[in-house]
Nanobody
């Protein structure tokens, strides 16, 4: 089992920045991919960014160039730096991890609200 705990959400004005953190514990030796998904009210959960153990990130077009994911393997932590935030980025952000058996784990979610 893997436990994920997020932190860093909150309210920010359009154009502002936030950094999310996610700390993993438990069977961390098996984790291969970590990342972030988000879900806005009335919408499906969508990919925000993922990063593999080697440090290679993947972003959808919607956040490319604005968000940066990084991973500190020694700390079992993944970070998401979000710049130039837009109201459309408002959502609950979930930390995600997958192990080498393709089992997925989720954090409890942290709210990000972009509003003036």
């Amino acid at each position: 089992q893997v436990q994920l705990v997020e932190s860093g959400g909150g309210l920010v004005q359009p154009g502002g920045s936030l950094r999310l953190s996610c700390a993993a514990s438990g069977s961390i030796f098996s984790i291969t991919v970590m990342g972030w998904y988000r879900q806005a009210p009335g919408k499906q959960r969508e990919l925000v960014a993922v990063i593999n153990r080697g440090g290679t990130p993947t972003y959808p077009d919607s956040v490319q160039g604005r968000f940066t994911i990084s991973r500190a393997n020694a700390e079992n932590t993944v970070y998401l730096r979000m710049n130039s935030l837009e109201p459309e980025d408002t959502a609950v952000y979930y930390c995600y991890a997958a192990n080498k058996w393709a089992e997925a784990y989720w954090g409890q979610g942290t709210q990000v609200t972009v509003s003036s």
